[in-house]
């Protein structure tokens, strides 16, 4: 086995300790690179959180504008609908008035002919 000197042992060691050292400075570097990659996948969830709480909120607004929307809606529909029962009703009810009148005056006129022709 050939010897090897001091110097190259000192040498050899410096060098062990010199990659070790590196080999350190490379994990750590890896663990913060990791480590921002964490740090910035989680500040764009939380950005993309915020963006998705903004997007519920618009569409809570939304829908609460469509549910209003629906009662005014359905309100005037009903309003429409008394409204034109209504308006049946009194058209029915001056038909029938008329036509009692009308039955009103013809008995009249029957009785009051009658009346002439018994003279």
Same mark, same amino acid.
Request: charged letters at 35%; one cysteine or more.
């Given at each position: 086995?050939?010897?090897?000197?001091? /110097?190259?042992?000192?040498?050899?060691?410096?060098?062990?300790?010199?990659? *070790?050292?590196? %080999?350190? $400075?490379? +994990?750590?570097? &890896?663990?913060?690179?990791?480590?921002?990659?964490?740090?910035? /996948?989680?500040?764009?969830?939380?950005?993309?959180?915020?963006?998705?709480? *903004?997007?519920? %909120?618009? $569409?809570? +607004?939304?829908? &609460?504008?469509?549910?209003?929307?629906?009662?005014?809606?359905?309100?005037?529909?009903?309003?429409?609908?008394?409204?034109?029962?209504?308006?049946?009703?009194?058209?029915?009810?001056?038909?029938?008035?008329?036509?009692?009148?009308?039955?009103?005056?013809?008995?009249?006129?029957?009785?009051?002919?009658?009346?002439?022709?018994?003279?």
């Amino acid at each position: 086995m050939p010897r090897t000197s001091k /110097n190259t042992q000192f040498k050899g060691g410096q060098l062990d300790a010199a990659r *070790h050292a590196k %080999s350190e $400075k490379q +994990a750590i570097a &890896e663990s913060d690179t990791a480590w921002d990659d964490l740090w910035s /996948n989680f500040n764009e969830s939380k950005a993309y959180a915020k963006q998705l709480e *903004h997007t519920l %909120s618009d $569409k809570v +607004a939304e829908c &609460e504008k469509l549910s209003s929307d629906l009662q005014n809606s359905l309100q005037k529909l009903q309003q429409f609908k008394i409204d034109s029962l209504q308006k049946k009703y009194n058209e029915r009810y001056k038909e029938l008035r008329l036509e009692r009148q009308t039955v009103k005056h013809c008995q009249t006129k029957i009785k009051q002919l009658e009346e002439q022709m018994k003279c």
